[in-house]
């Protein structure tokens, strides 16, 4: 399962997890936050970023940005999420994650794997 660290970014500058790609999905399969030498809470969201095909109702479609999970990791706390806690976290397009705050002491751990 591949994975991907990266530290915590506002949503401007959404890290990405996993790029997009043709005809399959990115599943969460476990999400680390290490929050243990962060400078606050941080509320941390997995984005899923995809743009539609072209139909004939919508000959010129746009990036769409969904939040398809968030957490509050507190100060001080370390936590693991496992398959259980993230079943149901399917991203059509990209998988990007980011944070409330900037906190570059505030990482992020995200496995993954393709559908």
Do not use: W
């Amino acid at each position: 399962m591949p994975s991907t660290v990266v530290a915590a970014v506002l949503e401007a500058d959404a890290a990405v997890i996993a790029a997009e790609r043709e005809n399959a999905a990115v599943l969460a399969k476990s999400i680390t936050i290490d929050n243990l030498n962060g400078g606050g809470d941080r509320v941390i969201q997995i984005q899923d970023v995809f743009t539609p095909a072209v139909t004939e109702g919508e000959a010129g479609p746009i990036e769409h940005e969904v939040d398809r999970f968030k957490y509050t990791a507190l100060a001080g706390d370390q936590i693991t999420l496992g398959e259980d806690e993230l079943k149901g976290v399917k991203c059509l397009g990209a998988m990007k994650v980011y944070s409330d705050v900037a906190d570059a002491s505030c990482f992020i751990t995200v496995g993954y794997e393709h559908e």
